[in-house]
């Protein structure tokens, strides 16, 4: 099985960016991020579709977080720009497995997360 590891996050101010990268030990292709807050439910966030070229967005991210990969690297990452608070989570990568884009239930490979805090 493909194993995953997230890197990249840190402490940023509100308005600044982070890239966080997922190095998978094999190829893969429909490949998503998500992230969790405390008290709150994994969300999605990005994810690439089963022809590893389409991406689709959450709306809360659209037009600052861009998804990116490099096959050569086996390397997914994940550019965010003009951070919110509200962006302050443990962000994972995953494999999906199946089913919906959106859904965290439909991923059967995950990441030990990396955490991203954005400060006021």
């Known amino acids: 099985q493909v194993q995953l590891v997230e890197s990249g996050g840190g402490l940023v101010q509100a308005g600044g960016s982070l890239r966080l990268s997922c190095v998978a030990s094999?190829?893969?292709?429909?490949m998503g991020w998500f992230r969790q807050a405390p008290g709150k439910e994994r969300e999605f966030v990005v994810a690439?579709?089963?022809?590893?070229?389409?991406?689709y967005y959450a709306d809360s991210v659209k037009g600052r977080f861009t998804i990116s990969k490099d096959n050569a690297k086996n390397t997914v990452y994940l550019q965010m720009n003009s951070l919110k608070p509200e962006d302050t989570a443990v962000y994972y990568c995953?494999?999906?497995?199946?089913?919906?884009?959106?859904?965290?239930?439909?991923?059967?490979?995950w990441g030990q997360g990396t955490q991203v805090t954005v400060s006021s």
């Open positions: 995953a494999v999906r497995k199946g089913g919906a884009y959106y859904s965290a239930r439909d991923y059967d490979t």
């Open positions: 094999g190829r893969t292709y429909a």
């Open positions: 690439f579709g089963w022809n590893g070229v389409t991406t």
